[in-house]
T-cell receptor, first 114, second 112 residues
Framework: DTEVTQTPKHLVMGMTNKKSLKCEQH?????MYWYKQKAKKPPELMFV???????INESVPSRFSPECPNSSLLNLHLHALQPEDSALYLC?????????????FGQGTRLTVV | DQQVKQNSPSLSVQEGRISILNCDYT??????FLWYKKYPAEGPTFLIS?????DKNEDGRFTVFLNKSAKHLSLHIVPSQPGDSAVYFC???????????FGPGTRLSVLP
């Protein structure tokens, strides 16, 4: 199993909603990541969960909050989002903590905030 | 300030010919470089990598060349196939995996 599974694939939410994106991997990887990708732009790192330690890109607003229930799961909780948060949200994992090893990406969740 | 640059937003190549995608970086602390390929509606997939102790790494039709003095790397695909049509992201990181950065991407179109 070399897959990173993200659910849902598509999500439309209002600005007052609370929703969660889920990400799961069963490769025994020790690091998981959330990226945000806007159209025609490269993925931008939001959060890293590596060896049970969370690292945050400080430019990410607090309306995004990650949660790591166990080493195979990394959720992204969304609350009071803005229309400009509409993007493709990508989850990734890597064997070691650090993207200098091959990272496996999920197919992404296409989020639309209305 | 972009630390990883891919100055060609798009590239078109005839099937069977060589595709050369270029990448430049500014941060001299980078010493590990990766290429990812991305199809529409899918996540990026890892293609090939190279560490700064090498100047070439080859995997089948894909070869990455690194010129550390010029802070430049390139991805060669030969022969190019229509299925190679995708967006290619260059990425760089420090040896410890920190400060990982994607370039803006180059859209490759391989024409039959």
């Amino acid at each position: 199993d070399t897959e990173v599974t993200q659910t849902p694939k598509h999500l439309v939410m209002g600005m007052t909603n609370k929703k969660s994106l889920k990400c799961e991997q069963h490769m025994g990887h020790r690091a998981m990541y959330w990226y945000k990708q806007k159209a025609k732009k490269p993925p931008e790192l939001m959060f890293v969960y590596s060896y049970e330690k969370l690292s945050i890109n400080e430019s990410v607003p607090s309306r995004f909050s990650p949660e790591c229930p166990n080493s195979s799961l990394l959720n992204l909780h969304l609350h009071a989002l803005q229309p400009e948060d509409s993007a493709l949200y990508l989850c990734a994992s890597s064997r070691e903590g650090g993207m200098n090893t091959e990272a496996f990406f999920g197919q992404g969740t296409r989020l639309t905030v209305v | 300030d972009q630390q990883v640059k891919q100055n060609s937003p798009s590239l078109s190549v005839q099937e069977g010919r060589i595709s050369i995608l270029n990448c430049d970086y500014t941060n001299s602390m980078f010493d590990y470089f990766l290429w990812y390929k991305k199809y529409p509606a899918e996540g990026p997939t890892f293609l090939i990598s190279i560490s700064s102790i090498k100047d070439k790494n080859e995997d089948g039709r894909f070869t990455v060349f690194l010129n550390k003095s010029a802070k430049h790397l390139s991805l060669h695909i030969v022969p190019s196939q229509p299925g190679d049509s995708a967006v290619y992201f260059c990425a760089a990181s420090r040896r410890d995996g920190q400060n990982f950065v994607f370039g803006p991407g180059t859209r490759l179109s391989v024409l039959p």
